[in-house]
Nanobody
């Protein structure tokens, strides 16, 4: 079982910046995928930015490319999301996500944090 705990959400005006962090309860070196999704009111959860292929690749939503940057610290089991030039449409609950191989079942398990709210006002 993997626990993911987010921090860093809050309220900011359009054009501002926020940094989200997520700490995992175990080493992230073995995680197949690790990153961030978001869910705005009345909308489905969507990918924001993730590390893929064990950390060797990244995937960003088109809407955040050039504004958001994902990073990781394997020593501290942290994944962070630097969000710059925020827009009102970035308002959402942001969830930390991890995809981890289960040795016992031979499958992958998806884990989610409880989420942190980001509100961007115009």
């Amino acid at each position: 079982q993997v626990q993911l705990v987010e921090s860093g959400g809050g309220s900011v005006q359009a054009g501002g910046s926020l940094r989200l962090s997520c700490r995992a309860s175990q080493t992230i070196l073995s995680f197949n995928e690790l990153g961030w999704y978001r869910q705005a009111p009345g909308k489905q959860r969507e990918l924001v930015a993730v590390f893929t292929r064990g950390g060797s690749g990244t995937d960003y939503a088109d809407s955040v490319k050039g504004r958001f940057t994902i990073s990781r610290n394997s020593v501290e089991s942290l994944v962070s999301l630097q969000m710059n030039s925020l827009k009102p449409e970035d308002t959402a609950v942001y969830y930390c996500y991890a995809k981890v191989a289960s040795v016992s079942s031979g499958t992958y398990m998806n884990y989610w944090g409880k989420g942190t709210l980001v509100t961007v006002s115009s």
